[in-house]
């Protein structure tokens, strides 16, 4: 295993280049599954979670070739219908490969994904979605095997809980079905709108993309004629350097970005006294006298993204004064925690509420663990700022969404590298 180490105190400088949104890859990924032609799909970010996507769509019998940042995907000659658990155990947005399969061949089996550090993360709605569309669905030695011979049937989905990879994965569904689908209680994430534009394009009739209400005119098992596109910028990897402009409170450019999908984290910049300057395609964060502090509640987009929340605890550690944060969306998604206790904050959780008193406790640097994507993106924040040293372990967790990370962050100052164990 590999760790990164990293030299706290350090200023930034320059421009960051925001990469391809992980997010939106990998269900744009899975919906070629729906086509009938080759498509170039470019502004892919180079992470492990798309290439183990990928490798998936090729052990399916689908094809694809890597050029630069553009991939040229092919599943005209898939013909195999299971996603073992191999593939599965290591990235559970395979999940979203079900509704495309279900929908272009009648049977699909799937293994369970299993859970992850942040929570059960269950797959009920989806399997719930699927069913009402005329899926038979039943889970045998830990595989979900769904069959719907004579092919989906539109149907009216109402969905109890908001659920990105749920409505991601009954679109793609809808898609093939016979007749009309409507999703209500839709999830609006802009990666959710993308993967709807993209099969819009290749000739399904979509109404009321962006709201909470998607009707889907499926073409009854036609396959699509997709469209090459490029896939939306990160804003969560553009979050996570705003804010390690923020805890570093340096001056800092983040291009190739969609200011307007950054909204929520902007705001809560704002109220942490930090001024951000908007452009078309970038966010300039400038340095702030004080750092305030700040109440955050993670909700569904547009609202505070759960995928910011540890980056923005690693900040309130520096802030002057008492914030709090109220995790909604996950039930487990404060690993980073005692990982930021042990760099010596001072952060206090009740339930799903966590309690940060900031400046009291300087940071200093010593040996910490990964556990997940963004909690170890916390950690890489609290070591820009901290004393000393940092050494931050387990950084696969890292490399499955973040594009060469210290690549970026050495080019705008930071003093780190990465060393196998
Ligand atoms: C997507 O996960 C993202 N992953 C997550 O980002 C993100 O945190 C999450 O959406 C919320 O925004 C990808 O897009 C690949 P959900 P997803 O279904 O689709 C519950 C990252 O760091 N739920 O919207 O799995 C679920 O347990 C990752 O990049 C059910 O109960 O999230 C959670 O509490 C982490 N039953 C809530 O809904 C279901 O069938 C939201 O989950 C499905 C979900």
Do not use: W
């Not at 983040?254 to 970038?282: C, G, R, W, Y």
């Not at 700040?294 to 759960?306: K, Q």
């Amino acid at each position: 295993m590999e760790y990164l180490k990293i030299t706290g105190e350090t200023k930034l400088d320059g421009v960051v280049e925001i990469s391809g949104a992980k997010n939106a890859a990998l269900p744009l990924i899975a919906s070629t599954i729906l086509a009938k032609n080759e498509i170039s799909i470019c502004n892919m970010p180079d992470v492990v979670d798309i290439n183990t996507l990928l490798k998936l769509i090729a052990k399916l019998g689908g094809s694809y070739e890597k050029c630069d940042d553009c991939i040229k995907i092919n599943t005209s000659k898939l013909d195999k219908t299971t996603a073992t658990y191999d593939i599965v155990k290591t990235m559970r947005a395979s999940i979203l490969v079900l509704g495309p399969i279900l929908s272009r061949f009648g049977h699909c089996e799937v293994s369970l994904p299993g859970g992850c550090a942040i929570g059960q993360r269950p797959v009920d709605l989806h399997l719930k979605a699927l069913e009402a569309m005329g899926a038979e669905i039943i889970i045998n030695h830990g595989y979900i095997e769904a069959s719907a011979p004579n092919g989906l049937k539109g149907a009216k989905i109402v969905f109890d809980k908001v659920t990105v990879g749920g409505t991601e994965n009954t679109v793609m569904a809808a898609a093939l079905a016979d007749g009309i689908t409507t999703i209500i209680n839709a999830a609006k994430e802009p990666e959710v709108v993308q993967l709807c534009e993209v099969i819009k394009n290749a000739g399904v009739l979509i109404e009321g993309i962006g709201t909470s209400t998607l009707i889907i005119h499926g073409t009854n098992r036609k396959l699509l004629d997709f469209k090459d596109f490029h896939v939306i910028p990160d804003r969560i990897e553009a979050g996570t350097y705003m804010c390690a402009a923020a805890i570093s409170n340096s001056k800092l450019k983040i291009d190739k970005v969609i200011p307007q999908h950054l909204e929520a984290i902007i705001a809560k910049l704002e109220e942490m006294n930090f001024e951000v300057i908007q452009d078309k395609t970038s966010v300039t964060i400038m340095p702030t006298d004080e750092i305030k502090p700040v109440n955050i509640v993670t909700t569904e987009y547009p609202g505070f993204p759960t995928d910011m929340q540890a980056q923005f605890m690693a900040l309130a550690t520096q802030a002057n004064g008492t914030s709090t944060i109220d995790e909604r969306l996950f039930e487990n998604r404060f690993m980073h925690v005692s990982e930021l206790l042990r760099l010596g904050a001072d952060i206090h959780l009740n339930g799903n509420i966590a309690t940060i008193n900031g400046t009291q406790n300087e940071l200093n640097g010593t040996d910490v663990m990964a556990t997940d994507l963004r909690a170890s993106s916390a950690l890489v924040l609290s070591a820009l700022v901290a004393h000393g040293d940092t050494s931050i372990h387990r950084i696969y967790h890292l490399d499955r969404g973040y594009e060469d990370l210290e690549g970026k962050l050495s080019k705008i100052g930071a003093k780190v590298a990465r060393y196998k164990e």
